[in-house]
C-alpha cells in the first residue's frame, strides 16, 4: 500500500482530531464497498418478498451476427459529427456571411421550442430524451469483450497505423474503460526526437512522459476537492468547495478598488472555469507594439516565447500583479481563458491546506502527496524533472519547453509532466470508476458538468472542462469532456465520457524542425485524433451496452398470479405490460395522473421507460416521450417504495422483477 503522507502512522494521521481510516485506493475498491451480490438491495421486506426463485438453468445468450455488429461499427462515424462540422465550419471563407447579413434559415417555423402537443398518437420526433445506460453496468467485464467493441479497436489500430505511417511526431494513446482500467493503448514515434535515429533508437511507450502543460488545471481542481473531502472527513470548518469564494480562502486577493465588490464575488468555481473575470496570463507577456511580433520567429528576440515565465515568479508579485490590473470581463460574465486564474487557485488551495494540515508545501509537493502518490501515479509531476525520470523525457525536435522549469506559483496552470500510463490511472480510478478515489461520487457528478454553453450548440466549459457534444446513434445528445494541454514543441489530450465509462488520453511530441513547421509541416493535433478515437469507439460501446441490457432485462416475467413484459425498443427498456392479482399497473399510473385534471390522453398506454438510478438492480418508470425529472415517488407504500419503483435481482441464476405497491416477485422465462 502506498504511502499517502509522510505524516501517516499505522494508517491515521498523527494529528488531534483525526481518525479517519485512510486506504489506498486499491484497498478502497476492495474493502470499503459491497458488491450488488452482497449488498441488499432494499430492507428485510424485500428480502422476504424474494422467497424461493424457480431453480431453471439461464438460456444460452443468442450469437452475435458479425455483420450487425460490423454495421454498427459503421454507424459509429456519425457519432461526433458535430464535432467534425464544428472544425470545418469554423474556417471562414469567402462565401461565409457576415454577422450583419444573417438571415432567417427558410426552414425555420416561427417556433423556437417545438412540441407535438398532447397527441402522442403522433409518431415521435427523432431527437428524444433517451437515456444513457445504467451506471451500475459500466464495470461490467462483458462491454470490453463484447464482439463490436473488439472490432471497433481492430479498426482503430489500423486507422492509427495509416495516419502515422510518414509521421515524424512521437504519439502515445491509451483508452480506458471503467470495468477494468486501460484496454488499448498505441506508441508511436522515438523518444528524442532532437537526435538521429542512430544515436537514439529508442521508442515512445506507456511510461514515456511528456509535458502535459493545461491539463494540469484537471489536477488545479481535483486538490480543491480532495481538500473539501478531507476537510469534511475531519469535520474540519469552514469546508471547501467549488462555491467557496476566493477571498474566504485567500484574504490576500485584491483588485482595482473600482472592482472590490467584484473581487467579493470570485469563487473557486469561477477560476475553475474561467469565469472570474481575470485575463489571461497577466504581466506575462509584454509587448511595446505590434512591431514586437516578430514572423518567422527570431530566437532571443521574440518576445512571446523567450520572455514567457519571466515574471510573477512568486506568489507575492502575481497577486500585486492582479490587484494592479482591472477585470477583463465582468465575473460570471463568460469564460475567458485564464492560466492566471489557475495560479491563484493553486494559492487558494495551498492557503486553505497550510490550516487544514497545519503544514506549509509546494502546489508540487501538496498534489504529490494528495493525489500522485494515492492514485500511484509514478512518472507524474511538477517543478524540477527528477534525474531517475530523465531517461523516459521525450524531447521534440522543435523549438520546445520541455526542460523549463516553470515559477512554482505557475505549476496550477500548466507545469505537470506525465505519461499516458498514469493519466491512464487518473482517468479509471478518478472519473470512472463507480467508487472514485480521493473524492465522493457526489463531487464527480457535480465536476463532470458543464458550466456555461456557448450558442453553437456543440461546445461548453466546464471546471475546467471544455466540452464537445456528441450525438449517439440512437440520437441522444451527450458531452464528452475534453481538457487539452500545449506549449511549444508537445500538445496533449484527455477526454472522458462519463456516461458510457471510458476515458481517452492522446500526448504528442512534435518531430519537425523549426524550419519545417515554418515551411508548413504538419504535426499531429491530439484533439483531431481524440474525435477519431471517439467517433469510432462510443458508437461500439452503446451497441454493447444495448445488447447487454437487452440480453439481461428484456423478457417475459411470470408468477402465479402476473405477468410482465420488457422490451428494449426505441433506445428506451420499456415496461409494455405489468399486470398482477389483475390490475393493470400501468393503467393505474395514467389514473394517478387523470385524478389532478379529470380524464385525459394515456400517458403510459405504450408503455413506460425504465431509467437505471444509479442504485444497483434499482429503475424508475418514466413517460417515454419526456425527460425524466419528475417521478411519481410521491405515492408510496408506507415503506416508502414509490409507485414508479421497479428492482431487478438475480435470484438462482434468475432475472427476477420485484413490486412492492402489489406485493409482486415475477421471474424472467
Known sequence: MPIISSKLKDGRFDEPGFQTRLLSCESRSQRGYQTMESRP????????????????????????????????????????????????????????ASLSKRQTPASYEGSTILASGNDLSVAAPQWRCVPPPPPFLLEDPRVVQHPSVKLALAQLELTLKADTLSSKDALS???????????????????????????????????????????????????????????????????????????????????????????????????GSHRAGLGRDMGEMVFNSTADIIWPPVPGQDTFIEKYYKHNTSPQELLTTVSKNDLIWQVGETPSYSNTGFSILGLATGNYRKKLKKQSKSW??????????PLQMDSTFAGAIPRNLRKDLVIPNSRHMVDLTVPAVHDPAGGIFSTSNDLAKFLHKVLLSRKPCLISNSQRLNWLRSIHYNT??????????????????DYAAYNIYFKGGGLPGQFSQIS????????????????????????????????????????????????????IVTADYAGT???????????????????????????????????????????????????????????????????????????????????????????????????????????GKLVKQ
Open 364 to 373: 508540487a509537493s501538496s498534489i504529490d502527496e494528495d493525489i500522485l502518490n
Open 173 to 271: 494513446i491509451s483508452i480506458v474503460h471503467a470495468s477494468k482500467g486501460k484496454i488499448y493503448e498505441f506508441h508511436n514515434g522515438r523518444k528524442r526526437l532532437n537526435e538521429s535515429s542512430f544515436a537514439s533508437p529508442a521508442r515512445v511507450n506507456g511510461n514515456s512522459i511528456y509535458r502535459i502543460a493545461s491539463v494540469s488545471k484537471v489536477f488545479a481542481v481535483l486538490e480543491a476537492l480532495v481538500l473539501g473531502r478531507q476537510a469534511q472527513r475531519r469535520k474540519f470548518v469552514p469546508e471547501l468547495t467549488l462555491e467557496s469564494r476566493l477571498q474566504d480562502v485567500l484574504p490576500e486577493f485584491k483588485l482595482p478598488l473600482e472592482f472590490k465588490d467584484e473581487a467579493g464575488d470570485i469563487t473557486l468555481g469561477q477560476l
Open 41 to 96: 438491495l432494499l430492507d428485510e421486506k424485500l428480502v422476504m418478498m424474494e422467497g424461493e426463485a424457480v431453480d431453471v438453468d439461464a438460456k444460452k445468450r443468442k450469437k452475435q451476427n458479425w455483420l450487425m455488429n460490423s454495421y454498427w461499427t459503421a454507424v459509429g462515424f456519425s457519432v461526433g459529427i458535430f464535432l467534425t462540422l464544428y472544425v470545418s465550419r469554423g474556417i471562414p471563407t469567402s462565401s461565409t
Open 456 to 473: 453553437d450548440a456543440i461546445t461548453s466549459v466546464g471546471i475546467p472542462w471544455e466540452s464537445y457534444r456528441a450525438i449517439m446513434p
Open 557 to 663: 416475467y411470470i408468477s402465479s398470479d402476473g405477468i410482465a413484459h420488457i422490451a428494449f425498443e426505441n433506445g428506451f427498456l420499456t415496461l409494455k405490460e405489468l399486470t398482477l392479482h389483475g390490475s393493470n399497473i400501468l393503467e393505474k399510473a395514467d389514473q394517478l395522473i387523470w385524478r389532478q385534471g379529470g380524464r385525459q390522453t394515456s400517458i403510459f398506454g405504450w408503455g413506460a421507460g425504465l431509467i437505471g438510478t444509479g442504485i444497483p438492480g434499482r429503475f424508475r418508470a418514466a413517460p417515454l416521450f419526456t425527460c425524466v425529472w419528475s417521478g411519481f415517488d410521491i405515492v408510496t407504500t408506507k415503506s416508502g417504495w414509490g409507485l414508479d419503483l421497479f428492482v431487478f435481482k438475480k435470484v438462482n441464476g434468475k432475472m427476477t422483477l420485484f413490486y412492492e405497491p402489489m406485493r
Open 496 to 547: 472522458t465520457f462519463p456516461e458510457f465509462g471510458y476515458g481517452v488520453t492522446v500526448l504528442t511530441s512534435v518531430g519537425s524542425t523549426d524550419q519545417e513547421l515554418l515551411a508548413g509541416a504538419a504535426t499531429t493535433d491530439p484533439l483531431t485524433l481524440s474525435f477519431t478515437i471517439h467517433n469510432t469507439i462510443a458508437p461500439a460501446i452503446w451497441k454493447a451496452y444495448t445488447d
